[in-house]
């Protein structure tokens, strides 16, 4: 069965840090791949996804994502962050099973200080 | 449009209690999810749904029933509540075509005693 790592449980930042979070999976075979975005008290939000094409792919409020085949990851950045990101961000997959459910990693939970 | 909601929002049982939790979509997607989220594990799949009359089990579905009579409803049920089973629960609908974006609704936080 697939599954998917999130490697950074609690990330502390000050405003106007880079932010880089990381998220591996584990699958062979054809992925869809997505960032979700829960704000405190509020259900989760697309950030952005990744289906084919190229492997840069930009979301809302200044997210990006890239995914590298290779290396089985789909990391999530932002080149600035803003005391309003904080949130908890959930990578997700999903396989060519034909299930469509998505494999979620266990989330980090991204605080940032003004 | 409503999009997903959930009712209801909250809710506190004793063990040994039954409950069922609805969602409900308006966008006519075909395919419907119930998830749990407990801290530090994410979300995790119960049951979910391909269309209406359909239902199959997900990584969790121990002590959960689900069913789906109309399209756009999708019940949850707890015959007999369990302190394990204390989570925020999550709906979450997709369409059948396209790229597979689930939209979820608000949640309902569920406390078993």
């Known amino acids: 069965a697939q599954s998917v790592s999130q490697h950074n449980h609690h990330v502390i930042l000050s405003e106007a840090a880079s932010l880089e979070l990381g998220c591996n999976y584990s699958y062979g075979g054809t992925v869809n791949l997505f960032w979700y975005v829960q704000y405190p008290g509020q259900h989760l939000q697309l950030l952005l996804k990744y289906f084919s094409g190229d492997p840069l792919v930009k979301g809302i409020k200044g997210f990006e994502a890239e995914f590298i085949k290779s290396k089985f990851s789909f990391n999530l950045r932002k080149p600035s962050v803003q005391w309003s990101d904080t949130a908890e961000y959930f990578c997700a997959v999903r396989t060519d099973t034909g299930r469509r459910a998505l494999t979620f990693g266990s989330g980090t939970r991204l605080q940032v200080q003004p | 449009n409503a999009g997903v909601t959930q009712t209801p929002k909250f809710r506190v049982l004793k063990t040994g209690q039954s409950m069922t939790l609805l969602c409900a979509q308006d966008m006519n997607h075909e395919y419907m999810y119930w998830y749990r989220q407990d801290p530090g594990m994410g979300l995790r799949l119960i049951h979910y749904?391909?269309?209406?009359?359909?239902?199959a089990k997900g990584e969790v579905p121990d002590g959960y029933n689900v069913s789906r009579l109309k399209k756009q409803n999708f019940l949850l049920g707890l015959e007999s509540a369990a302190p394990s089973q204390t989570s925020v629960y999550f709906c979450?609908?997709?369409?059948?075509?396209?790229?597979?974006?689930?939209?979820f609704g608000p949640g309902t936080r569920l406390t078993v005693l």
């Open positions: 749904s391909v269309g209406e009359g359909t239902t």
């Open positions: 979450a609908s997709s369409p059948l075509a396209g790229t597979n974006e689930q939209f």
